[in-house]
């Protein structure tokens, strides 16, 4: 067996052990991931996400949404930014906001501010990066 076979066996298992850890411990996300996709549960963010002690990291949906199925792309949900203001959506780009470690609400990848117990939206503006994929 050549090295690209053990390579393809390793990610398969890493693939299947995170498959179980969403399944135990996020039901509900791992519902909304295209199952047969063992790139969404081979993501170094993920991982990263898992095994991290930062403060402020980037939120799990945010690392799955790429990864979801098309169905389930139009939910909103919450996004972190980093210290440079970028909000990473992984295989879709890198949001580069003027907003620093804050959270931000996120639809159909637009950002958008809600006031607490308030009505008013402020829009985000950000610049769009796109991340190199085959």
């Known amino acids: 067996m050549d090295i690209k076979s053990w390579?393809?066996?390793?990610?398969?298992?890493i693939a299947d052990?995170?498959?179980m850890i969403?399944?135990?411990?996020?039901?509900?996300?791992?519902?909304?991931i295209d199952f047969e996709n063992d790139a969404a549960f081979t993501e170094p963010h993920l991982f990263a996400h898992f095994n991290s002690n930062f403060k402020h990291r980037f939120t799990l949906?945010?690392?799955?949404?790429?990864?979801?199925?098309?169905?389930?792309?139009?939910e909103a949900f919450e996004a972190a930014t980093d210290k440079a203001g970028t909000a990473l959506l992984p295989e879709y780009?890198?949001?580069?906001?003027?907003?620093k470690e804050e959270?931000?609400?996120?639809?159909?990848?637009?950002?958008?501010?809600?006031m607490a117990g308030g009505l008013v939206i402020y829009l985000v503006k950000f610049n769009y990066e796109r991340i190199w994929t085959k």
């Open 93 to 99: 780009g890198h949001l580069i906001t003027d907003h």
């Open 22 to 32: 969403l399944y135990k411990q996020y039901p509900e996300l791992f519902e909304k």
């Open 17 to 19: 052990s995170m498959k």
């Open 61 to 74: 949906k945010q690392l799955l949404w790429s990864y979801f199925k098309d169905s389930n792309k139009s």
């Open 7 to 13: 390579i393809g066996i390793g990610l398969g298992q």
């Open 103 to 114: 959270k931000l609400t996120c639809s159909l990848a637009i950002f958008f501010f809600a």
